[in-house]
């Protein structure tokens, strides 16, 4: 098209102009191809595709139906967890060890003592069943899901639809502190005016979800059963947020329906690496962190990271070699011994919230949580023998085709918000974060927290998701 009008121009532009007026024009020409290309590109959406995760072929038609679901927990179950837990064989850890080998085992000790003696599972059943759930069957399998809907709201008033997506080791239980704080804010003394219907959904793999029966299920698979679960429940337009794998699932489905997209918050955020530019940033960054686009902030956080610690990124990355290479392995162990679950799942929640914390005898694991709230995320894994499947989850997506898919070079054009903690695994700053997502509508330094943010600052979360969607909607008008 472009040759076409060019060629038809150009005979007009030699007869009638003068040879000075030539090169404006084609500046102006010029300047006219480039926006076009660049709107072109920002227009661009992922391709969404589609597919079939249970045993054999796909059928041509599924059940549609939302089906309630009662999570129950049978006594045999119960007393095949107190046999195994009575049987758990335990080695002594090094002296002066703390967390620096893993779990210490002298803590697992108590920990297992207490969820053998202690731990009230049938009131921890309770609350789990204090939100409604669901299941529905999408792409041949059956989908698990927490909705909240807000218990009152104002004449007039409404309630903007929120998925909310976990990642691992985590589970939809990791929202069970902030969902109050989003659908009834006006009792906890946030903004009253911005309430929330929730939306949490397993992973499928995880949880109550099914696990897929097919290789290949990734984030992108995710991302679209996500999309048509909203579909399904009425949603055409929703906000999304994530941390972890839902980071990653939520933004895909950003990319791949923005226009069903209101608005994505996230609480840690993945970022392609830039080659050059991107060392040059960091060589510089330390030392004149405004000349790269960094603030003093960004330096403080990156640059222990980065220059003392490297270390820490191979010490708190072998889980993931492991699982995106055999989850298959360690999942076979982990899914026969209870106490060996608790301690593989246990210490991400130890040194995923501080890094500090590996130098504590117990791990510091109850100065931000309650054991309780730790072991029913630990017996949701275990009741539902979902480990294996998702570690599987790993080896689903560190693959070379998604490594080279579009997503990683295509923005993100929808308004999105990004609260960095500083325990966080890793730190993107702005400047970084805006070379994908090209609409940043806040971006806020937290003051304290980790990789759980939900779980561990439920109230930060819940304030800056609340202050996120307040500014994109006042942008948006």
Request: charged share 20%; hydrophobic share 40%.
């Amino acid at each position: 098209m472009w040759s076409q009008y060019v060629g038809n121009i150009r005979p007009a532009l030699q007869a009638d102009w003068p040879r000075s007026a030539l090169v404006p024009a084609a500046l102006g020409l010029g300047g006219a191809l480039a926006c076009w290309v660049l709107l072109r590109s920002r227009n661009k959406t992922l391709e969404m595709g589609d597919g079939w995760w249970a045993p054999g072929a796909p059928q041509d038609r599924e059940d549609p139906s939302v089906r309630d679901f009662t999570f129950e927990v049978s006594d045999s179950e119960i007393q095949d967890l107190y046999r195994r837990l009575d049987s758990t064989r335990f080695f002594p850890p090094l002296e002066d060890s703390q967390f620096h080998y893993g779990f210490n085992s002298t803590h697992l000790k108590h920990v297992v003592s207490y969820w053998r003696n202690s731990f009230d599972w049938r009131k921890q059943v309770e609350r789990i069943n204090k939100y409604p759930h669901y299941k529905t069957t999408i792409e041949g399998l059956d989908v698990h899901f927490v909705h909240v809907k807000p218990a009152h709201l104002a004449p007039g008033q409404k309630a903007r639809p929120l998925l909310m997506v976990h990642g691992w080791p985590g589970s939809f239980y990791e929202f069970y502190r902030i969902i109050p704080l989003l659908t009834e804010p006006a009792k906890h003394g946030l903004n009253p005016n911005l309430v929330f219907e929730i939306i949490c959904p397993s992973i499928p793999g995880y949880g109550f979800s099914e696990a897929p029966h097919k290789k290949g299920f990734d984030c992108p698979a995710a991302a679209r059963i996500f999309y048509k679960l909203m579909l399904r429940l009425g949603f055409r337009e929703f906000y999304l947020q994530g941390g972890d794998w839902g980071s990653l699932i939520t933004t895909l489905l950003a990319q791949m329906k923005p226009e069903c997209v209101s608005g994505l918050h996230l609480n840690i955020v993945f970022i392609p690496k830039r080659g050059i530019g991107r060392g040059v940033s960091l060589l510089l960054g330390r030392y004149v962190p405004w000349l790269v686009g960094l603030t003093r902030e960004d330096a403080n956080r990156l640059y222990p990271y980065f220059e003392k610690n490297i270390y820490a990124l191979l010490r708190e990355s072998g889980y993931l070699h492991i699982q995106a290479t055999k989850p298959d392995s360690v999942g076979s162990a982990l899914n026969d011994s209870p106490a060996g679950l608790a301690a593989y799942i246990l210490e991400k929640f130890s040194t995923w919230t501080d890094p500090e914390f590996r130098k504590l005898e117990d791990g510091g694991l109850e100065r931000k949580y309650s054991l309780d709230d730790l072991l029913t995320n630990i017996m949701i894994y275990w009741l539902s023998g979902s480990i294996t499947s998702s570690m599987r989850f790993y080896k689903e997506n560190f693959t070379r085709e998604f490594v080279r898919s579009p997503a990683n070079t295509m923005g993100v054009r929808v308004p999105t918000g990004i609260a960095t903690f500083p325990c966080e695994l890793m730190h993107a700053p702005r400047s970084w974060a805006k070379e994908k997502f090209w609409n940043i509508v806040t971006y806020t330094y937290m003051p304290h927290g980790g990789h759980f943010a939900a779980l561990e600052e439920p109230e930060l979360l819940a304030r800056d998701i609340q202050h996120f969607v307040f500014r994109a909607e006042k942008s948006g008008q």
